[in-house]
């Protein structure tokens, strides 16, 4: 009887051989399954934070043609007649051409009335900067021109205080508030490594 009990529990033993190695290959695909799922989240997430960290980089580089822009407007700007035309070969239109919601790189640099973007060296990081500038106006002219027919209809700043011209000598008179300044748009379009694309504007009372 003891030797015939220790035979039954040996068969049963080799019986179950073949479910637990089924068990552990379905576990081992499963494993293996998820290792590469993760080595993908892995590489997907390195990809992403390489990107976002070149897109980042080319933002920071666009500082530099918003400068190169403001500096031309302010030498421009010691004749202010000079900017109130067009001079589209250097970057600088004096209408603000479609309105800010529908504002286009493509469609302000190409066809009727292009710009053609002021392009600077590549700098070490590989970003090529181009700048355009656009006075916020619709229609050439001199912005001091209030006339609602002639004028060319310029946004201008909100008159205060600190831009006050002159007043009235009668007590408790209106002052009057009046300002030289007009808006303009610079928008600046960096291209960087891995295509890399990156657009910055800024508004500049002048």
Not at 20 to 45: G, K, N
Not at 71 to 84: I, R, T
């Amino acid at each position: 009887m003891l030797r015939r009990d220790v035979k039954i529990y040996s068969q049963g033993f080799k019986r179950q051989n073949g479910v637990a190695l089924f068990v552990v290959l379905i576990v081992l695909v499963a494993m293996t399954l998820a290792a590469i799922a993760l080595v993908r989240s892995v590489d997907t997430t390195n990809i992403v934070a390489g990107n976002l960290a070149f897109q980042q980089a080319a933002t920071n580089s666009g500082d530099n043609g918003t400068e190169q822009a403001i500096v031309w407007l302010e030498q421009a700007n010691k004749d202010p007649v000079s900017l109130h035309l067009s001079q589209l070969g250097s970057g600088y239109s004096a209408t603000r051409g479609a309105p800010a919601a529908t504002f286009s790189w493509d469609t302000a640099t190409s066809g009727t009335g292009a710009i053609t973007p002021v392009t600077l060296a590549a700098d070490a990081a590989g970003n090529r900067v181009s700048y355009i500038i656009q006075r916020l106006c619709d229609a050439p002219g001199n912005p001091l021109d209030h006339n609602p027919v002639t004028g060319p209809n310029c946004d201008k700043p909100r008159l205060t205080q600190a831009n006050l011209e002159g007043n009235s000598n009668v007590v408790n008179a209106d002052r009057i508030y009046l300002s030289n300044d007009a808006y303009y748009r610079i928008t600046t379009r960096i291209e960087g490594p891995r295509n890399t694309l990156s657009y910055t504007q800024l508004i500049a009372a002048m």
